[in-house]
Each structure stands twice: as structure tokens, then as C-alpha cells.
């Protein structure tokens, strides 16, 4: 079977986000950039799966400049079989994201898709359902378990209320929570062997995807800064207080 | 633990993604492309863990790249104006500003930048650089230094092997070279091992400090590059400030404390943050924002505290040795060059045997010549070391003495009956303490790992230490790691809040009973430095 795993580059989750001066995005100049966590969870359940014994092909997928090369070589370390770059100067919007990786499931013949349930950076928490949808398969969000089973996935699913097992058909998509694995190390002689993987790109106008972006970004902003506190001297300075913020009537 | 390791072979393994060991790989790339080579950073990222002021010296980076001008690194402002202050709490005079503190053709960089930089052009020659892992130990057999072993991944608190243990490889290497920047854990145990700061006095240090800011628009003036001493040390304490201008409305602002200081209750982290708000400092940086902050030990010795840099199979170089020009107040150009050089020694001899002859005859050993007194005379206090440093620097080092260093630790008074008045003021500008400053250094530590630092006896830091010294470990320490808590029974506990640390080394080096020890944590944990 082969299993297509979304790979996302996004700023690493350790890096102080700064908004650009000019409030149009936020400031990549200089910062480190990594693998989306989620998406290293969805490459770790893949190659668990292939580990298994299932007879598997893990393709890491990417939407991005050139330089997420550097990326995919991460994912190909993990132990992804071959890379495959979309290439693109701007980032894609949930929408079109979901339109690639569509195209690019029907170009593989994939029978899974293996995604983060959402990127770190815009939160959004949409493709994986889109690409279900645009692709009229089976989705399982949110997985904390999978088991595969000949043609059918066992997927334990973290909702409000609990844990929810379903069972889909493949192909399918799956989106990944956190409890799903701890993904691993990479390993020293594993990025050196990275580098003779396959690992090909195809620049998104070859795609024939349709790509204007559905949503505009209007303006970026960092949240208020938190003014300090400060401690009076009793209640009635207290009460004082609060009627004169108006606070109490 | 029976652990199976990956071994992996190269000529030269380098241990540090600095500008020594980064000069080195592309260096010997140059001159012997068939050689193997490869470059270990326990930073997530080159440049994660290195901060330096920073003016930069130019000529060596134009002797090792000389075209690095047409694509120059993310921060590279060329410095316009020098100035050399005198603080007082209350104001400030302008003082000569010292020849060799003079910048013109220099240029005001991130260091930070310069590696990720460096590192791009050392790859595109074939060398393989690896951040996210840790040189742990020392490879050495029969007498020789065979290689590294990196550290292990996902060990468990307890020191048993987690779920996604990884064992750490071993690199050997025909020559192993210690980049690793001042007071390099591997370096310290080679150090010692060979023996090689026998014939010199104990190395010295500073700790470093150091903000990037950005302030409200048509206040900084790109290139200007200001220094002081002064306020807020007492004329004993041997430190300074920098004030860096870039472009953006950006501004390096740091300070350096000579670890070497006897007053137990001196906080450096407060030291800081009182110099920046000096009423001349407060009126640059009121109403800005930190992009980043971070702290670093700094190497001081100079010549005379220089270790021999070679031994059998290794080599050190840059400040994994000392190089760093302290009157100067640089060191990256000696790291560029003594890496440079130490490619020169491998390409022509293949040994590491003769490179501590070889750099000592270099321009760089005239060059820490000439100012060996200079830092060492501060020991008489600020008036007298300024009257020495004019005095060397007038003879060109030539008068006929040189004055001996002593372990920082070893300078600690023990507490006497009241503590020192400190002549500071209220702050209003962050961070607020240390804890708040730490967020800005972005550090992270997987909290399943043991602690990385080790503490040898923690009933000296309960009994003796508290009682003598008053736990200095609680205020030399920028990030906070260490804290005495109530035990729960009546008594305190040594709390060591390892996931804060920002890799500086200052407890190394500055605990007076010398009982910690820093050790590598997991690859890619510590701080993520940005632009610093």
C-alpha cells in the first residue's frame, strides 16, 4: 500500500513569534523553521505501520518554497521512502493545501493519507477534512490509535466527551492528535542515507490546481501586553477601586 | 547498559558550529577537498547557542571567504562612530577611546547569523554539518583522542532508556578539533586528561549578557558603537557595557562581568539590568520591545592562561583554547584564524602534533602578546587597571613582566557581617527578573531527560556553602537554574531548574567549592538564540 504523509514547514514551536513591523505577517527573517509537530506524528504513524510488516511506501509530501527540501530530508531521515516537493512561493490557504494533496493522492494511487490534525502556525484545523471531502473518502480526525486491518482502519478518535473508535475504508484520511506516538530521533547515519533518497518537485502550476486564495489576510497583530497589577493598601482602598473602574455599581 | 553504537568515520570530526570550527571545515575543504569532514552542534540550529557583542574584525573572514561581502550574512552593519564612556549613577564622560577598541572597517554582525551563514558555505564545499547533536565525551585510546561520542536521545529521569531511546553515536576521526567555545565540556575533560594547562595559569572568564531590542523609530544611529565602565560595578569588579547600533530601529545592548569578582552578593543578571537603565540608556530603549536575549560565559585569560592546543589526535581552537583578545573586546577574528590555521597545520602535516607550536608563532600569539597585562592589571581595581592598560599599550606589551591569572572561583569572599550598599536604582524597563528574561533566550529542555546539571554534593550547598558564601549559585546563574527551597521539614534543598538553562557555563566556573559540573544535555535542547 502507499502512504501519503503531509509535511508542513512552519516556525519551530520554540521560537518567539514577532509580528512584521508593518503588521503584514509574522517575521521569518532569521528564525528556525521545523516539520509541523503534528505532521512528524503523522510520519512516525506511517513508518509504525510499514514496521508492522504491512508491505507500505511512505511518500512525504510538501507544499513550499525550495528550501523545504530541507525539511523533507528531515522527513526522509525519519525514514520516509521518497519526498515529493510541491513548489510554490506563496503559502496556500487550507483549501488549496487540500486541492494538492488531492491531486497528489490520485497521482500516487495512495490508499492513505496521513495528516497533522492542524499546522502551529495558522491553527486552522482543515485540511485533512477538506481533502475527504474534495476526495469522497473516508475521514478519521483527531486519532489517538490506529489499527490497520486488511482494507479497514481501526481508528480510536479524541473527542469532547471521551474516545470515539470508528472504523473506516481505505483509502481514507486520517488527521493525527498528539497522543497518537512520540515520533523519534533521527539518527546520525539515517542523514546520511537521506541524502540518496528520491526526493522530486513539481512546481504547483503544473498541478492544474486551482489556487487563488478564498481568504485575504487583513492585518496581523500581537495579543496586548498584560499591564502589572498592583497591591492596595486595604478594603476600602479595594472597593474604592473597583467602583472607580467601574468595576461595581 | 549494553548499548549497540553506530560508528561512524570521518578525517576530522569538529566539535562546535562556531566560527572556529565552522573556519576549520571550510578551511581544509579549500585546500584537501578528498578529506572527510564533519561538524557537531548541540544546538536545534547552527547558531541557536552562540551570542557574542559583536564587532567584527573583517580580515579574516576576507581571507577565508573573500567574496562573503557580496551575500553578507542577515545583520551586518559597518560601524560608524566609537565611543568610550565613564558611567556614574547619574551621568556619564566621554573617555579616549583606547586604539585597539577602535572600529573603523568593522562591522556590527550577529554571530548567531554569521554561523548559519558560515555553515551554509562549509556545506556547499561537502562538509556535514549536524546540529541537534551533542559531543558528550571524549573518545580516547592509547593515549590518543580517537574521536567523540555524541550523546544519547530520549533517556528516561532515572538514567534508564525511554521509549524513543536512541543511542548516541560514536565519531571517530584521524583528528578530532574542539571548537566548542569557552569552557567546551569535552575540551574540559581533555584539558585535564592531557594536561594541557600545565604550563600556564588557570584560564579566566566574563559573563555575558546581552539584549537585542527594538525601539521606537529616529533613535538609533546605525554603526554607532558605545562602551563604557563604570556604574553600576564598584571600582573592584572588572566588567563593562556595549551599546551596538543596527539598522531597523535595532540596538545590541549588553553588559560583561569579569567572573573573577570577590562579592558573593553580586547578581551579574541585576548588574545588567541596572546599566540599561542608566537615565542615558532608559532614554534609547524606553517604549521598545526585546526581540531576544541570552547570556554566555566569555574566555579572559588571555595568553598567559592559554593551554597547549594540541595533544594526540586533537586540537583546540578558538575559545575551546582562549584566543579571544580581551582588550579588544573581540574574539571571533582569533576564532576565524586559529581555525583557519589549525586546517593549514592538518592539510600540510596531517597531525595535530605541532599546532600549538605552529599557532604560537602566528600573528595571533603577537597579537595576545602585546595585551597580555592588560586584563590581568583590572585586578587593582578600575583607576589603576586604566593607568596599566595606557601604560601597555603606549610600551606594545614590551615591558618585561607578565602578570599571572587565578581561578575566578577561588577570588569568592566569604560572607563577613553585612552585605555591600549597592548604589542602584529602581527599574521599570523588562524584564522584570530573570525568569521573564529567559523567555526571550527561548530555551527548552525535554523534561524527561536527567538533569544536565550535576551537583556533586548538595549537602555543601545546604551546610558549608549557605553559611559561607550565602549559595551564590542563586545569583551568579542568569537563567535561575539553581534555588534553595524549603525541604519541607524546617530546611532548605538545592532546586536545580534545569530547563531554564541557557548553556553560559558561569556555575563551571564560578562555584567556589567546584562541585558543578556541566554536562551536555539531549542534542537540541538549550536556547534558541535569534540574531544574537
Known amino acids: ?249 | 547498559m549494553d548499548i549497540q553504537r553506530d560508528v561512524m568515520t570521518y578525517d576530522v570530526v569538529v566539535v562546535g558550529a562556531g566560527p572556529a570550527g565552522l573556519a576549520c571545515a571550510i578551511r581544509l575543504k579549500q585546500l584537501a577537498p578528498a578529506k572527510t569532514v564533519c561538524v557537531l552542534e548541540k544546538g536545534s540550529q547552527v547558531g541557536a547557542h552562540i551570542m557574542s557583542g559583536c564587532a567584527l574584525e573583517p580580515a579574516a573572514l576576507d581571507a577565508l571567504l573573500p567574496d562573503w561581502r557580496k551575500t553578507p550574512p542577515e545583520i551586518c552593519v559597518p560601524a560608524s562612530e566609537d565611543q568610550f564612556l565613564l558611567f556614574t549613577k547619574t551621568g556619564s564622560w566621554r573617555l579616549p577611546t583606547p586604539p585597539q577598541m577602535k572600529n573603523h572597517g568593522n562591522f556590527i554582525i550577529s554571530l548567531g547569523s554569521l554561523c548559519t551563514w558560515l555553515a551554509k558555505q562549509a556545506e556547499a564545499l561537502g562538509v556535514d554539518v549536524f546540529p541537534g547533536f551533542a559531543a558528550a565525551h571524549p573518545l580516547v585510546e592509547g593515549g590518543k583522542v580517537i574521536g567523540v561520542r555524541c550523546g544519547d536521545m530520549g533517556v528516561n529521569k532515572d538514567g534508564t532508556p525511554g521509549p524513543n531511546f536512541a543511542a548516541g553515536v560514536d565519531i571517530h576521526a584521524g583528528t578530532t578539533v574542539l571548537a566548542e567555545g569557552c569552557r567546551g565540556n569535552v575540551s574540559k575533560k581533555l584539558i585535564m586528561e592531557f594536561r594541557l594547562g600545565a604550563d600556564s595559569s588557570p584560564q579566566t572568564y566574563g559573563l555575558g549578557m546581552k539584549e537585542l531590542w527594538r525601539v521606537p523609530p529616529g533613535r538609533v544611529k546605525p554603526g554607532l558603537i558605545q562602551h563604557s565602565v563604570g556604574w553600576p560595578l564598584d571600582g573592584k569588579t572588572y566588567g563593562g557595557s556595549f551599546v551596538y547600533h543596527l539598522d531597523q530601529d535595532r540596538v545590541y545592548v549588553g553588559f560583561v562581568v569579569g567572573l573573577d569578582y570577590e562579592d558573593t552578593d553580586l547578581t551579574p543578571f541585576e548588574v545588567f539590568q541596572q546599566f540599561k537603565n542608566h537615565p542615558s540608556i532608559k532614554q534609547l530603549l524606553e517604549g521598545g520591545e526585546i526581540l531576544s536575549a541570552g547570556a554566555r560565559s566569555i574566555v579572559e585569560g588571555g595568553l598567559q592562561s592559554l593551554p597547549k592546543l594540541d595533544m594526540p589526535g586533537a586540537m583546540l581552537v578558538g575559545d575551546a583554547g582562549g584566543t579571544l583578545n580581551v582588550p579588544k573586546i573581540k574574539g571571533v577574528h582569533m576564532a576565524l584564524r586559529s581555525g583557519m590555521l589549525a586546517a593549514e597545520h592538518l592539510a600540510e602535516h596531517g597531525t595535530s602534533a605541532g599546532f600549538d607550536a605552529a599557532w604560537r608563532s602566528s600573528p595571533s600569539a603577537r597579537e595576545l602578546h602585546k595585551v597580555r597585562n592588560i586584563r590581568p592589571g583590572f585586578r587593582f581595581g578600575l583607576w589603576l587597571g586604566l593607568i596599566n592598560a595606557a601604560l601597555e599599550t603606549v610600551t606594545l606589551g614590551l615591558l618585561p613582566w607578565t602578570l599571572k591569572n587565578h581561578a575566578d572561583w577561588s577570588n569568592l569572599k566569604q560572607r563577613r557581617e553585612g552585605k555591600a550598599i549597592r548604589d542602584y536604582l529602581e527599574r521599570t524597563l523588562p524584564p522584570r527578573d530573570r525568569l521573564a528574561s529567559v523567555y526571550f533566550a527561548a530555551t527548552s529542555h525535554d523534561e524527561h531527560q536527567p538533569a544536565h546539571l550535576k551537583v556533586l554534593d548538595t549537602n555543601i550547598c545546604v551546610g558549608r556553602c549557605a553559611e559561607e558564601f550565602g549559595n551564590p549559585c542563586t545569583r551568579f546563574c542568569p537563567a535561575q537554574v539553581y534555588e534553595m527551597v524549603d525541604d519541607g521539614a524546617g530546611k532548605k534543598r538545592l532546586q536545580i531548574n534545569a530547563a531554564n538553562c541557557v548553556h553560559c557555563k558561569a556555575c563551571d566556573i564560578k562555584d567556589p567549592y567546584e562541585i558543578i559540573t556541566w554536562t551536555t544535555p539531549e542534542g537540541g535542547s538549550g536556547p534558541n538564540y535569534q540574531n544574537l
Not at chain 1, 510520519?43 to 525550495?66: D, F, M
Not at chain 1, 497528489?104 to 491553527?123: S, T
Not at chain 1, 473516508?138 to 479524541?158: G, I, Y
Not at chain 1, 546520525?188 to 490546481?209: F, G, H, Q, R, Y
Request: with cysteine; aromatic share 2%.
Open chain 1, 1 to 249: 500500500m502507499k502512504i501519503l504523509v503531509g509535511i508542513k514547514r512552519v516556525v519551530d514551536f520554540n521560537v518567539r513569534i514577532q509580528v512584521k513591523k508593518d503588521g503584514s505577517g509574522v517575521e521569518l527573517a532569521g528564525v528556525k523553521l521545523s516539520i509541523n509537530p503534528f505532521d512528524e506524528i503523522a510520519l512516525e504513524e506511517a513508518l509504525r505501520i510499514r514496521e508492522k510488516g504491512t508491505q507500505a511506501e511512505v511518500i512525504a509530501v510538501s507544499i513550499g518554497p525550495a528550501d523545504v527540501q530541507q525539511q523533507l530530508r528531515t522527513a526522509l531521515a525519519m525514514g520516509a521512502d521518497r519526498a515529493v516537493l510541491v513548489e510554490t512561493a506563496d503559502a496556500l490557504q487550507p483549501l488549496m493545501a487540500a486541492r494538492v494533496l488531492l491531486e497528489m493522492a490520485k497521482r500516487e494511487n495512495a490508499d492513505l493519507v496521513i495528516l497533522g490534525k492542524q499546522a502551529i502556525d495558522d491553527d486552522c484545523n482543515q485540511t485533512g477534512q477538506m481533502l475527504a471531502a474534495l476526495w469522497d473518502r473516508p475521514q478519521a480526525t483527531f486519532a489517538s490509535a490506529v489499527e490497520l486491518k486488511d482494507k479497514t482502519l481501526r481508528v480510536t478518535r479524541e473527542v469532547d466527551a471521551g474516545l470515539e473508535v470508528i472504523e473506516v475504508d481505505l483509502p481514507a484520511v486520517v488527521t493525527t492528535d498528539l497522543r497518537l506516538n512520540t515520533p523519534r530521533f533521527v539518527k546520525m547515519p539515517d542523514i546520511m542515507k537521506a541524502k540518496s533518497k528520491p526526493l522530486a518537485t513539481v512546481k504547483l502550476a503544473e498541478l492544474n490546481v486551482a489556487a487563488a486564495p478564498a481568504l485575504e489576510a487583513v492585518s496581523y497583530a500581537a495579543p496586548a501586553a498584560r499591564k502589572g497589577g498592583h497591591k492596595v493598601a486595604d478594603v476600602q482602598a479595594l472597593i474604592k477601586e473597583l467602583h472607580d473602574r467601574g468595576v461595581l455599581a
